[in-house]
């Protein structure tokens, strides 16, 4: 590999998937070391709160490198008082339909006048130009 | 020998600068060394490595949690990035709080301390070389940038160790 531009093909390399869990693993040990710290709390303090007597444990939650199970993030939230895991209802993004009339029309007709404000009210109410007389 | 700090772009960002260390005249840095060195037997864990020095000076910062501490003598901000605990390669940086971090070298740790390896002896000792250095020099003809972010002035040294 050529190191000039080693890190950037390094960078490149790594697959979507895998390198968003990188940053939500590195990102959720973040929240938690924040939530620690707004408590006042040394690890320590977490170890005690958890029931833990080994304070590596914590050190490896905190090291960016931990796969969280939600049982761990639910008892984490319990003794930080912080929701790490949001299980409100998901919005779902609804998809925007948008549609395109074309029409040609003579200018000589009657009703002419009239076509812009039949557009307007079949975008509206999406109805479909197929079913509107303009000539009635 | 000369060496120099030289900050890695594309692994830095408006959390933290991520440096490392030119050896000599050449333009490859020790981190870049430790990707040459160790990309074969441990491709996923560097690419693991490298992903998260990315997040570190993007979005993180250099927070103390990523980093196992006391690596080096006593203060001086020798410290080594954690690694998967099911895996041994370690890479040894300088922390300047959560802003600013030197990236050594290292390599696979199979011996009790560091000490016992002389390869991982090198690059530790290297940085708390550095670190020495860094800090006799800070304030005079180096100084951190405004935004604590950069180290500004002359990032050159003379590695005189041996002599």
Redesign the interface.
């Given at each position: 590999?050529n190191?000039?531009n080693?890190?950037?093909e390094?960078?490149n390399?790594?697959s979507p998937e895998?390198?968003l869990r990188?940053?939500n693993r590195?990102?959720m040990?973040?929240k938690i070391?924040d939530a620690i710290k707004a408590r006042g709390w040394k690890k320590k303090d977490l170890m005690k709160a958890l029931g833990k007597t080994n304070q590596s444990e914590v050190?490896?939650w905190?090291?960016?490198?931990h796969n969280f199970t939600q049982d761990l993030l639910t008892d984490l939230g319990r003794v930080l008082d912080v929701n790490f895991l949001n299980l409100e209802k998901p919005v779902i993004n609804k998809e925007v339909i948008s549609k395109t009339y074309i029409i040609t029309v003579n200018a000589t007709a009657p009703k002419a006048s009239y076509a812009n404000d039949i557009l307007v009210s079949c975008a509206l109410n999406n109805d479909s130009l197929s079913d509107v007389n303009f000539y009635n | 020998m000369k060496c120099r700090l030289k900050k890695?772009t594309?692994?830095s960002g408006n959390k933290a600068s991520v440096y490392s260390v030119v050896i000599g005249d050449g333009?490859?840095t020790l981190?870049?060394q430790f990707?040459?060195e160790n990309?074969d037997l441990y491709k996923s864990e560097?690419?693991?490595i490298?992903?998260?020095l990315?997040?570190?000076g993007t979005?993180?910062g250099a927070?103390d949690?990523?980093f196992k501490p006391n690596e080096g003598a006593l203060g001086d901000g020798v410290v080594a990035l954690?690694?998967?605990?099911k895996k041994k390669l370690r890479l040894y940086c300088i922390k300047y709080g959560n802003q600013i971090i030197i990236v050594g070298g290292g390599g696979s740790k199979n011996t009790r301390t560091l000490q016992d390896d002389p390869k991982l002896k090198d690059e530790n000792y290297f940085l708390r070389w550095l670190s020495k250095q860094i800090t006799s020099r800070l304030n005079d003809d180096i100084r951190f940038s405004k935004d604590g972010l950069d180290f500004d002035g002359n990032l050159e040294f003379e590695d005189n160790r041996n002599d």
């Open positions: 590999m190191s000039n080693l890190i950037e390094l960078l390399s790594i895998e390198s990188i940053e590195m990102l040990a973040a070391d050190t490896k905190l090291s960016g490198t | 890695i594309n692994l333009n490859k981190y870049e990707i040459s990309f560097i690419i693991n490298n992903k998260r990315q997040v570190i979005q993180t927070r949690i990523f954690y690694d998967d605990p």
